[in-house]
């Protein structure tokens, strides 16, 4: 089982371990929070902790405040059992090590396999924190890739370096989308952040949505919803890690993040038990900065670099693309996907919503001709939801208004059109958005 393992990680993963084990005793539970003796010394914001009770299983938590005489651990379970000098073992965090063997890999936020087989890390420890890269030396955005849907090909142009939002209710295909452009997209390698994901969801996204084919590039990093809030923040923090060591190798990497708002939730979670003071509806202020750095961490790199192309999905409730994590991430990034739950219901997928959709990459990304053809496919677009109460009401006379005229007479083809692949690339796309329009008259150049 083991001879395959590279000789250099086998050592490394020597070098990192430690026959060392610090203990401290339980001196109080209060507040969600277990306050321990005797470890202050050595414990450090961040550093693992494994609570012992003298009757059930242990318990892990996460070193979160460190005073003079005690630690504060905030447990990743409830601290039921729980007893005043019950053992507490430090265990400092392991080394974050990723590696390109990593490619086909399931792992979750500390490394650790979870497709049931051996994997040591790289060669190379990275910092989950680490810096963005300095804005004066990163690259600008690069050329227009392909995305496997006509929609996206044309109308919403995806480019290398760009950071795109998803945003969507429950429900609406935003899961089925991001798997679309994870087996689809071009990209020399996938990395997946499953954050919060229900159990049963991890396997089928692996098995059934990437398969064996999308998984030979790709590398998912999972932290299920039954998780410890401690866990569900760092899968964010791990999965970017490992884009960037791809990124460091020149590669051009394809960043998922499903989803934001749980990565957001969960450190909500941390803030509160830490004493901050929850005021954007509910989540503390430290939550902007946090997914600022996250998404400033993707994008294009320096020039010995390759480049972090990602989408990152949002949980938007009753399509309020006002609420607080919708709006940071709006200020962010480079363009929004807005999944429509009324376009889902009559059974279009991917369910976008063009008029509510941009992408940033605009008008640089397409040619003159092309973005002559997503504007007026556009105008006919919102020519026909403006009067769409009445086209269905049969008050409509065609003749009033050519523009609309044209885009009655379209619909129903440039509907069609946005719910289908494509597998031969953007210009055939764009071919086949060329003969629509013709179709409705709309004065394109021949």
């Known amino acids: 089982m083991m001879s395959d393992l590279d000789p250099m990680r086998l050592k490394c993963e020597f070098d990192r371990m430690s026959a060392v084990r610090h203990m401290g005793r339980v001196a109080g539970v209060a507040h969600g929070l277990i306050e321990i003796d005797g470890l202050s010394d050595q414990a450090r914001i961040g550093d693992h902790l494994v609570l012992r009770r003298r009757k059930g299983p242990e318990i892990t938590g996460e070193v979160l405040h460190v005073e003079s005489d005690r630690v504060q651990m905030l447990p990743g379970t409830a601290p039921d059992g729980v007893s005043l000098g019950d053992p507490v073992v430090l265990e400092p965090v392991a080394a974050f090590a990723p590696g390109m063997h990593w490619l086909g890999r399931v792992v979750d936020p500390f490394g650790q396999p979870l497709d049931g087989k051996p994997l040591l890390g790289g060669t190379q ?65 996938v990395v997946v952040a499953l954050v919060g994901e229900r159990g049963r969801e991890v396997n089928e996204f692996v098995e059934t949505a990437l398969g064996a084919e999308g998984m030979k590039r790709s590398v998912v990093v999972a932290a299920t919803s039954d998780q410890s809030a401690l866990a569900r923040r760092r899968c964010a923090w791990s999965a970017m890690t490992v884009a960037e060591h791809l990124r460091d190798q020149g590669l051009n990497v394809l960043f998922l993040a499903d989803s934001v708002t749980r990565f957001a939730e969960a450190h909500r979670e941390i803030a509160v038990a830490m004493g901050e003071a929850p005021s954007l509806r509910g989540y503390p202020p430290s939550v902007t900065p946090l997914i600022a750095n996250l998404c400033e961490r993707a994008g294009p790199g320096t020039a010995d670099q390759g480049d972090i192309t990602a989408v990152f999905s949002v949980l938007v409730a009753g399509s309020d693309m006002d609420e607080p994590i919708a709006d940071i991430l709006r200020g962010v990034l480079d363009g929004h996907i807005v999944l429509s739950r009324d376009i889902a219901e009559r059974g279009r997928f991917p369910a976008i919503d063009l008029s509510r959709s941009v992408s940033r990459s605009l008008p640089g ?77 709309a004065g394109l150049p021949r």
């Open 125 to 189: 420890e990275c910092d989950l924190m680490r810096a963005p890269p300095p804005a004066v030396a990163r690259k600008p955005l690069g050329e227009r890739m392909e995305t496997g849907l006509s929609v996206l090909n044309t109308m919403l142009p995806i480019v290398r370096g760009q950071r795109v939002g998803l945003f969507a209710g429950s429900g609406v295909g935003k899961s089925t989308l991001l798997a679309t452009l994870a087996k689809a997209m071009q990209a020399d390698a």
């Open 365 to 441: 990304a397409a040619t003159e001709d092309q973005n002559r053809m997503i504007a007026d496919t556009r105008k006919l677009i919102g020519s026909y939801e403006q009067s769409e109460v009445m086209i269905k009401a049969g008050l409509y006379a065609e003749g009033a208004d050519p523009l609309l005229d044209q885009a009655v007479r379209v619909h129903e083809d440039l509907d069609a059109f946005f719910g289908k692949a494509e597998p031969d690339g953007i210009e055939n796309s764009f071919n086949r958005l060329s003969l629509i329009l013709r179709r409705a008259g």
